[in-house]
């Protein structure tokens, strides 16, 4: 997920100047960003209806006058705030940016945390290394497997590298709080597909009833081509998508190049989220990482200034004669007037007479030692006193437990506060019992119900989309209303013990607690072969073995004749001479 093309975009999510960002001021997002940065867009029905009722493959000027307010506010104020989260998942935090007050000689290390790509990584991990599983279930309709509606969406989830793209979703959900998805035809095609568009290249607008619905999305995006800069705009309607050409500024001055109509009936561009705030998954815990870089910088500032700390001589060298003319901070010479034996900038005294260049000892401060002697002094009274020369560097005390105290402080409220697992805890060493692991990762189970709960929600309406389109594309192959009945699971990519696995599998076979297909379905992890196709190998195996069988028993048949003999026609043997 790259995070703009846009350089005007770009610069007003850090400020355009280098080394201008407060952080840590109580003011979210740097004081920068507006009450509207994360507002979800709502309009009445009627309004919407009303202004492009006269749009056809033509868009309304009402109607686009509409859309231009939108994408200017959304440009403007929800844009900045979007393109720092992924910054920051991109690893470019505030800290780099950070406004930390030092001089131009003092050590300025910046670093950051990496916290918010390791929180998404990890829970669009645990959520989706597993892909999803699609069954099917109708309440009203026992002989209604839906095998043609799954067997459709298997073939589209194989093409559209689903898992993939389910993953990509996700991640983005945690990084901005939404993700967005494109169900498209390609042209000539009634062929459905589906692609991930980056939530800072769109939004959707919905209706204000109490179950709001989309009433159109705007995909709008910059082209950079030989250094000049303009932008294409996508606005998706439930019958119609219109395109537009922008030159600098995307929010007006609109030209329509092309439409487009469809028959998917809704709007095809589909808004994820992973909580009903839209809020990423780290959010919340931007101020604990900012601090967290902070105290990483600085301690870094504090081993650096060590290295290079300042020493201070408090007496006089042992040296020869050397001595280097003295100047001041600017580098402009002083010298001593010749009247009152003070320093002073004048090249010759009020008399007229060429004043002596001020010189002060030479010191080689690149010398490996030093020799220091011992010197004698008069005091206020004239008395004269003796010392000792010293020297010492002058250097900060650095309480290194505290700091660490501190840091593990922060790093604890961080890992808290969005439910990730701390790969570090010795828990989740190999010698862990599953049952210390589950503790473990109570928390963050009870966030992930939420977050599938809100993700699916999405999916089931990419389902209804997809659905209309393969019965519009042939008709009667799926009904409009099967995706209702699509049941969708999420498997966590748990720490798990094969072995273990596959003992209770087994287990639980040999007491009849577990059918031989939900056992293949749960062993297709650990063999990596998809259930489907080990029921296609068991049954070949069965066929095989029964055929082996009743040869076997033939075999077995006509030995016993050949020893026993054929019997005569009276039906006695004629080996034993007995009546059969």
Request: charged share 25%.
């Given at each position: 997920?790259?995070?703009?093309?846009?350089?005007?975009?770009?610069?007003?999510?850090?400020?355009?100047?280098?080394n201008?960002?407060?952080?840590?001021?109580?003011?979210?997002?740097?004081?920068?960003?507006?009450?509207?940065?994360?507002?979800?867009?709502?309009?009445?029905?009627?309004?919407w209806?009303?202004?492009?009722?006269?749009?056809?493959?033509?868009?309304?000027?009402?109607?686009?006058?509409?859309?231009?307010?939108?994408?200017?506010?959304?440009?403007?104020?929800?844009?900045?705030?979007?393109?720092?989260?992924?910054?920051?998942?991109?690893?470019?935090?505030?800290?780099?940016?950070?406004?930390?007050?030092?001089?131009?000689?003092?050590?300025?290390?910046?670093?950051?945390?990496?916290?918010?790509?390791?929180?998404?990584?990890?829970?669009?991990?645990?959520?989706?290394?597993?892909?999803?599983?699609?069954?099917?279930?109708?309440?009203?309709?026992?002989?209604?497997?839906?095998?043609?509606?799954?067997?459709?969406?298997?073939?589209?989830?194989?093409?559209?590298?689903?898992?993939?793209?389910?993953?990509?979703?996700?991640?983005?959900?945690c990084?901005?709080?939404?993700?967005?998805?494109?169900?498209?035809?390609?042209?000539?095609?009634?062929?459905?597909?589906?692609?991930?568009?980056?939530?800072?290249?769109?939004?959707?607008?919905?209706?204000?009833d109490?179950?709001?619905?989309?009433?159109?999305?705007?995909?709008?995006?910059?082209?950079?081509?030989?250094?000049?800069?303009?932008?294409?705009?996508?606005?998706?309607?439930?019958?119609?998508?219109?395109?537009?050409?922008?030159?600098?500024?995307?929010?007006?001055?609109?030209?329509?190049?092309?439409?487009?109509?469809?028959?998917?009936?809704?709007?095809?561009?589909?808004?994820?989220r992973?909580?009903?705030?839209?809020?990423?998954?780290?959010?919340?815990?931007?101020?604990?990482?900012?601090?967290?870089?902070?105290?990483?910088?600085?301690?870094?500032?504090?081993?650096?200034?060590?290295?290079?700390?300042?020493?201070?001589?408090?007496?006089?060298?042992?040296?020869?004669?050397?001595?280097?003319p003295?100047?001041?901070?600017?580098?402009?010479?002083?010298?001593?007037?010749?009247?009152?034996?003070?320093i002073?900038?004048?090249?010759?005294?009020?008399?007229?007479?060429?004043?002596?260049?001020?010189m002060?000892?030479?010191?080689?401060?690149?010398?490996?030692?030093?020799?220091?002697?011992?010197?004698?002094?008069?005091?206020?009274?004239?008395?004269?006193?003796?010392?000792?020369?010293?020297?010492?560097?002058?250097?900060k005390?650095?309480?290194?437990?505290?700091?660490?105290?501190?840091?593990?402080?922060?790093?604890?409220?961080?890992?808290?506060?969005?439910?990730?697992?701390?790969?570090?805890?010795?828990?989740?060493?190999?010698?862990?019992?599953?049952?210390?692991?589950?503790?473990?990762?109570?928390?963050?189970d009870?966030?992930?119900?939420?977050?599938?709960?809100?993700?699916?929600?999405?999916?089931?309406?990419?389902?209804?989309?997809?659905?209309?389109?393969?019965?519009?594309?042939?008709?009667?192959?799926?009904n409009?209303?099967?995706?209702?009945?699509?049941?969708?699971?999420?498997?966590?990519?748990?720490?798990?013990?094969?072995a273990?696995?596959?003992?209770?599998?087994?287990?639980?076979?040999?007491?009849?607690?577990?059918?031989?297909?939900?056992?293949?379905?749960?062993?297709?992890?650990?063999?990596?072969?998809?259930?489907?196709?080990?029921?296609?190998?068991?049954?070949?195996?069965?066929?095989?073995?029964?055929?082996?069988?009743?040869?076997?028993?033939?075999?077995?048949?006509?030995?016993?004749?050949?020893?026993?003999?054929?019997?005569?026609?009276?039906?006695?043997?004629?080996?034993?001479?007995?009546?059969?």
């Open positions: 997920m790259a995070e703009t093309n846009d350089r005007n975009a770009h610069g007003r999510s850090i400020r355009p100047m280098w201008s960002i407060t952080m840590l001021n109580g003011r979210r997002y740097g004081g920068r960003y507006s009450f509207e940065a994360n507002q979800t867009y709502a309009i009445p029905r009627s309004r209806e009303a202004a492009c009722k006269d749009s056809g493959e033509i868009a309304s000027d009402k109607m686009v006058e509409l859309i231009q307010w939108y994408v200017n506010d959304h440009y403007n104020y929800q844009l900045p705030r979007i393109l720092e989260l992924e910054r920051y998942y991109a690893g470019d935090e505030n800290i780099h940016y950070w406004n930390s007050g030092k001089g131009p000689n003092q050590s300025d290390e910046k670093i950051n945390s990496g916290y918010p790509q390791y929180i998404t990584d990890i829970h669009t991990g645990y959520e989706l290394a597993n892909p999803l599983t699609y069954g099917y279930d109708n309440p009203e309709n026992d002989k209604d497997d839906g095998q043609n509606f799954l067997d459709q969406l298997k073939v589209f989830n194989r093409v559209n590298n689903e898992p993939y793209h389910e993953m990509t979703l996700f991640k983005n959900a990084n901005t709080g939404r993700a967005y998805e494109l169900i498209y035809c390609p042209k000539d095609s009634n062929v459905p597909e589906m692609a991930a568009v980056d939530p800072n290249q769109a939004f959707v607008v919905w209706s204000t109490v179950k709001p619905v989309e009433l159109f999305a705007v995909r709008y995006f910059a082209v950079n081509v030989q250094n000049v800069t303009t932008y294409q705009i996508e606005v998706y309607t439930e019958d119609h998508v219109y395109y537009f050409d922008a030159k600098g500024d995307p929010s007006y001055d609109w030209t329509q190049t092309y439409s487009s109509s469809h028959l998917f009936g809704h709007v095809q561009l589909l808004e994820y992973i909580n009903e705030e839209r809020v990423g998954i780290w959010e919340g815990q931007i101020d604990n990482i900012d601090a967290y870089d902070i105290a990483k910088s600085e301690m870094a500032n504090s081993q650096e200034d060590f290295s290079n700390a300042k020493l201070v001589v408090s007496g006089v060298f042992q040296r020869g004669n050397h001595k280097d003295m100047t001041d901070s600017n580098g402009d010479y002083l010298f001593v007037d010749n009247v009152t034996g003070k002073t900038y004048d090249f010759k005294d009020h008399n007229g007479k060429q004043n002596k260049q001020a002060k000892p030479a010191v080689n401060t690149m010398a490996n030692m030093m020799f220091l002697k011992p010197y004698v002094f008069k005091d206020a009274n004239g008395n004269k006193q003796f010392n000792q020369t010293t020297a010492e560097y002058l250097t005390e650095t309480n290194a437990a505290d700091w660490k105290t501190y840091i593990d402080e922060i790093k604890q409220r961080i890992i808290q506060g969005t439910n990730t697992p701390d790969m570090s805890d010795e828990s989740f060493s190999g010698n862990s019992s599953g049952e210390e692991l589950s503790y473990k990762l109570w928390g963050a009870q966030h992930q119900a939420q977050l599938q709960n809100a993700f699916k929600s999405s999916i089931m309406r990419r389902l209804r989309l997809l659905a209309i389109q393969w019965g519009n594309a042939k008709a009667g192959s799926v409009a209303e099967d995706y209702r009945n699509v049941t969708v699971s999420f498997t966590p990519n748990m720490p798990k013990d094969d273990k696995q596959v003992d209770l599998i087994t287990k639980a076979l040999a007491a009849g607690a577990m059918s031989v297909k939900t056992a293949h379905d749960r062993m297709a992890d650990i063999t990596g072969v998809p259930s489907g196709t080990e029921d296609e190998r068991q049954n070949t195996e069965d066929e095989k073995n029964v055929g082996n069988t009743h040869g076997t028993l033939q075999q077995a048949l006509s030995d016993a004749k050949k020893n026993l003999g054929d019997g005569d026609p009276d039906g006695h043997n004629s080996a034993t001479g007995m009546a059969e």
